[in-house]
């Protein structure tokens, strides 16, 4: 797989990394394997992995301000 900005090379790496689900709520995933490009630094988040953090994302009250989710616990 090659980065989609700049076709450099990608790294596969573990991060943590928020996402913003509604106006107020925001959702920090911690330990998302992900891709970074060597090139650029752009994130690429695999479907397999999207999916897996939606069903995550799912179970978030929508009242949350910000919560802090373990992925791959
Ligand atoms: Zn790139």
Redesign the pocket.
């Known amino acids: 797989m090659k ?1 989609h ?2 076709g ?1 090379g990608l790294k596969a790496i573990v991060t943590d990394m928020p996402f913003k689900l509604s106006r107020k709520t925001i959702v920090i995933l911690k330990e998302l394997p992900v891709s970074q ?1 060597e ?2 630094g ?1 994130f690429l988040i695999e479907d397999s992995v999207m999916e897996r953090a939606e069903s995550i994302f799912e179970k978030v009250d929508e009242a949350t301000e910000i919560k802090i989710v373990q992925y791959a616990a």
């Open positions: 980065c900005l700049c450099g490009c090139g650029c752009e």
